[in-house]
């Protein structure tokens, strides 16, 4: 069959992205992993696990994360099909094009950040800027998904408030997951245990109480919108179902 022949529904497309959102998130839990089991340092080489070796030896902390780096060749093979597949769809959308591309960029950014941060000693800010990437990673998957099943419908605009409310939970949300990557860059988990690893000049229990508070606001914020997208958008029921699935 020729190549230019083959052609790709907007749903079958939509799985591929849900895909390539999935081992997104994922590889945030198992970076999580590698950082709460002390594992950050199991692998000291880069692109190798350690000078004269691709693969780690029979350890622990060393397969720990040894197999998130794995995961992240599944992740670069999840966000090049989203790029074809955006090529492949019918019809096709320049603007999948452009936010699958966005992926493809956001992974190669996050391996050559980990290789630096790996060869830092994991420097907490860097650590920190390679946390903040996967979540804006993660963003981008979420539009391309969520766009990528809008069948090219154009629903009518939500209500000024509840656009407002979303624009708002956004920001909030962003300084939650700031505060919250100050707070772990100051506090004990370093992500390994055996070398002396630098935190940041930062007193744990004052950023924990900034962190604290503004999560208090995120979920009074979230109750807010959830109330307006009832009252206001009955479409829009089910994603608030969803968003409170979440934040619960």
């Given at each position: 069959?020729?190549?230019?022949?083959?052609?790709?529904?907007?749903?079958?497309?939509?799985?591929?992205?849900?895909?390539?959102?999935?081992?997104?998130?994922?590889?945030?839990?198992?970076?999580?992993?590698?950082?709460?089991?002390?594992?950050?340092?199991?692998?000291?080489?880069?692109?190798?696990?350690?000078?004269?070796?691709?693969?780690?030896?029979?350890?622990?902390?060393?397969?720990?994360?040894?197999?998130?780096?794995?995961?992240?060749?599944?992740?670069?093979?999840?966000?090049?099909?989203?790029?074809?597949?955006?090529?492949?769809?019918?019809?096709?959308?320049?603007?999948?094009?452009?936010?699958?591309?966005?992926?493809?960029?956001?992974?190669?950014?996050?391996?050559?950040?980990?290789?630096?941060?790996?060869?830092?000693?994991?420097?907490?800010?860097?650590?920190?800027?390679?946390?903040?990437?996967?979540?804006?990673?993660?963003?981008?998957?979420?539009?391309?998904?969520?766009?990528?099943?809008?069948?090219?419908?154009?629903?009518?605009?939500?209500?000024?408030?509840?656009?407002?409310?979303t624009t708002l939970l956004v920001g909030l949300a962003?300084?939650?997951?700031?505060?919250?990557?100050?707070?772990?860059?100051?506090?004990?988990?370093?992500?390994?245990?055996?070398?002396?690893?630098?935190?940041?000049?930062?007193?744990?229990?004052?950023?924990?109480?900034?962190?604290?508070?503004?999560?208090?606001?995120?979920?009074?914020?979230?109750?807010?919108?959830?109330?307006?997208?009832?009252?206001?958008?009955?479409?829009?029921?089910?994603?608030?179902?969803?968003?409170?699935?979440?934040?619960?």
């Amino acid at each position: 069959v020729p190549a230019q022949s083959f052609r790709l529904t907007p749903d079958a497309y939509r799985r591929i992205c849900g895909i390539a959102l999935t081992l997104l998130a994922v590889i945030v839990v198992t970076g999580a992993a590698v950082r709460l089991t002390g594992s950050g340092l199991g692998c000291s080489d880069w692109p190798t696990c350690e000078e004269d070796r691709f693969v780690p030896e029979a350890e622990f902390h060393g397969w720990v994360e040894f197999g998130n780096r794995l995961l992240t060749g599944l992740v670069s093979v999840a966000v090049v099909l989203a790029v074809l597949g955006s090529m492949a769809r019918s019809p096709r959308r320049p603007d999948l094009e452009r936010w699958s591309w966005g992926l493809v960029a956001g992974v190669v950014g996050q391996v050559l950040l980990g290789g630096i941060v790996v060869l830092s000693h994991l420097d907490p800010w860097l650590v920190l800027g390679h946390f903040g990437l996967s979540m804006v990673l993660v963003a981008n998957a979420v539009v391309l998904h969520h766009r990528a099943g809008d069948h090219d419908r154009r629903d009518d605009p939500a209500p000024t408030r509840v656009r407002r409310l979303t624009t708002l939970l956004v920001g909030l949300a962003t300084v939650v997951l700031a505060t919250g990557t100050l707070v772990t860059g100051a506090g004990p988990h370093a992500g390994s245990r055996d070398e002396p690893i630098a935190r940041l000049p930062i007193v744990v229990r004052e950023a924990a109480r900034v962190h604290g508070s503004t999560v208090v606001l995120l979920l009074f914020l979230v109750a807010v919108l959830a109330v307006a997208i009832h009252r206001d958008t009955p479409r829009l029921r089910p994603t608030t179902r969803l968003l409170m699935a979440v934040v619960a």
